[in-house]
Structures are given as C-alpha cells and as structure tokens.
C-alpha cells in the first residue's frame, strides 16, 4: 500500500511544534493555527497533503487557496515554489488577494462586464478599470469554501473545496455549484479537477491563480526561468488587455515560446504593440491541441539554478502567462521574502478571456442538467542540465 502522509488542522500544528518539517528536507510547514478563524460566520481550516516523495501541498478553504507548495529541488532539498503568507491576516490585508486561490465565476477579462445570454443582457461588476476581472470584487478568491479530506479515485489524498455562488452574486445568472478537488500523486503531480452545475443558463471559466517561483523565493527574479508553451496562436488585445477577436500565430513575435526561451530575454520589448499594452507578458495562448478537450502538455518552466522543471497538462483550449509586473516589493510573504518585481509567474489554465463576447472563441455557457468540468495537472521534476 502506498504510504501517504494526510494532515488536516491540529496534525499540521503538531508536527511544527515537535521540530517534524515534513520530510525533513527543508520543508517548513505553514502552522494551522495560523489560518483558524471565521469568516462571515464560516471557519476557515489549513489542510496539507504529502506523498512518499515529500512533495507537499498547503491549503485554505479560504479562496480554495494554494499556500504552500514544497517539492523537489536538484541540491537534495525541498522548496515552497508559490508565494503568499505565514497567516490567514495576510491573504485577508493583501493588495494583491489573486495570490493562489481559484477564481470565477468567470476567470480573466470581460469587456465593460456585458455579455449577452439567450438575447438578455448582463451586467457584472467592474473591477479592473472599465472591465469586469477574475469574477468581481467578491469573487471566489473572496469566499469561505466547504472543504473536505477526501482521496482521488485512484486513491491519492485529496481535499474538495465547494461553494454554491447564488444567483446574481456579482451579477451572474444562476446558482452555481462548484468543486474543486485538489489530489497530489506518487510522481510529484498536483491534480486539480473542477465540477460546476447550474441552475439556469449561465458561463463559467474557473482557474487556479498561483504565483509560481521555481526558486523558492520572492527574493528572486522568475526572468531566468526558461519557459516553453505548446501554442502557436495567441489572442491579441486592445490597450485594456481585452481580446479583439483575432487569433493570430505567435510565428515571429516575442509570445512564441514554442522553444524554451528565458522570460526575461524579450519581455521588454515596448515596440511589439501586445507587449507593450500588458507591460510585459499578460496574454492568452491558443493552446495547440489533437481535439478540443485532449489532455496535452500546456507549458513548462525549469529554473537552472535549482534544477527544478514544471509541466502544466490541461483539457482546457487557452493558457494565460501573466509575469509579475504588478509586483513591487513592499509586500513581505514568507520567511521574511518580499515579494519583488517579476516574483511570481501566473500560469492559468482557462478559456479564453472575453469569450462570452467572440463567436469564434470557445463557448463558455453552462445549461441546466450539464457539468462544466476541467482537469489540470501540475507535474514537478528535477533535473541537472
């Protein structure tokens, strides 16, 4: 039988209190008592999963939020490559609360915050100057979750997060009732699997929204990662990072990544217009794909400084890179690390932003008596190159 270590709130304090880092390489659990508290009458819970590797996952019901995420680096030890905080005060107090839950209803861009379903209407929340961004101001990353310690249905631990977003909550049609379970593999492999019914036409477009830092630390730049995306078109915007409804090939331009290239390499070119309207790297790739809902390998990202690789696999048609521009360093996380400019790199499997409003994008509507659903992997290795 495979062993597997399953921590939930006391189990979490105990082990940090008995001097038991986890695997004992390096890896500095985040205390739940940290994270205990109520909100909006709701507790709020730490849950951690490990697996034999040591490879280990920090959770909040809050935002159904990535904390920790400790795996393998090529020196023998473990590194936490998200960024966040040491306590439930810093995700509430941030300036920048997209740092690792999952948002929606409706993830990315909507131009102006309409849309218009079965001949009506729909206004959303602004929130992103004359747009409507990741679900509103008190979208999901804002919302206490139900959670549960469960397995995956080949036996891996797992915690489910729900919630039930009513009908109009942020302006959206329809309750809609959504899970998301988050399991982690013997081969280093976080799997985050989503669920979501209605009941009344609606869209929906959830992602996981995680700064990723392949060095273990704020303190450094993500420009040295070398990254790769399996896309040859992407979806250029107007200046309000909205797409326009073109899908052009990324052939010639500095978005194609079909070769690793550094992030830092071409990420200041102001004289390529879509470079320039997102200060850097902010955009939907148009993932190339053997059929519309095919499993295949998104991206990856390997840092050669500690040798450690991500592989992003997904069943979603777009992929959004967006490199930490907005970060400026007066925000200090864990470990005392501040997050500093080009920190922290968004990789969002997703729709694509603004589909609601493009024919020729995928849908993103969701009927009564059908399941949305989307399967996203994020598999670690490490390697010396």
């Known amino acids: 039988m495979k062993r597997y270590i399953f921590l939930v709130a006391i189990a979490v304090c105990l082990l940090s209190c008995t001097g038991n880092s986890g695997a004992g390489n390096g890896i500095d659990l985040l205390d739940a008592a940290a994270f205990r508290t109520e909100i909006a009458g709701k507790p709020v819970m730490l849950y951690t999963l490990q697996n034999e590797n040591g490879m280990t996952v920090q959770l909040t019901n809050y935002g159904a939020r990535i904390v920790a995420l400790w795996v393998p680096s090529a020196d023998g030890t473990h590194k936490d490559v998200v960024w966040g905080f040491e306590n439930i005060d810093g995700y509430l107090n941030t300036a920048d609360k997209y740092c690792g839950p999952v948002v929606g209803r409706y ?12 001949g009506k209407e729909y206004q959303l929340t602004i ?63 976080l799997v985050i699997d989503y669920k979501a019914t ?43 990072l ?33 470079l320039a309207f997102g200060n850097g790297y902010d955009h939907n790739w148009v993932l190339d794909k053997p059929a519309p809902s095919a499993v295949t390998l998104a991206a990856e990202v ?16 777009g992929f959004q890179f967006y490199a930490g521009q907005g970060m400026d360093g007066k925000e200090v996380g864990k470990r005392g690390d501040r997050h500093n400019y080009h920190s922290g790199l ?40």
């Open 346 to 385: 968004a990789l969002e499997t997703q729709n694509f932003p603004d589909a609601p409003n493009h024919d020729n994008f995928p849908s993103s509507v969701l009927r009564p008596g059908e399941t949305y659903t989307q399967h996203t992997v994020y598999a670690f290795e490490t390697v010396k190159r």
């Open 107 to 118: 993830g990315n861009r909507i131009g102006k915050g309409r849309f218009t379903l079965d």
């Open 198 to 240: 209605t009941d009344a036409p609606t869209i929906v477009n959830p992602t996981s929204h995680v700064y990723y830092n392949l060095h273990g630390t704020s303190e450094k730049s993500t420009d040295s990662h070398l990254l790769t995306i399996h896309a040859s078109h992407f979806t250029p915007t107007d200046a309000g």
């Open 242 to 274: 909205i797409p326009t409804g073109e899908i052009r090939p990324v052939e010639g331009t500095p978005l194609d990544f079909r070769k690793p290239h550094a992030i830092g390499e071409r990420i200041g070119r102001t004289d390529y217009e879509p």
């Open 302 to 317: 390997y840092e050669p400084a500690t040798g450690i690789v991500m592989k992003i696999l997904t069943d979603q048609p």
């Open 127 to 189: 929130n992103n100057g004359e747009n409507h961004l990741h679900g509103g101001t008190g979208g999901f990353e804002a919302r206490v979750w139900n959670g549960s310690e469960t397995v995956d249905k080949q036996g891996n631990p797992a915690v489910e997060m729900t919630y039930r977003a009513m009908d109009g909550e942020e302006g959206y049609p329809g309750n809609l009732d959504i899970a998301v379970t988050y399991s982690l593999t013997p081969a280093n492999e």
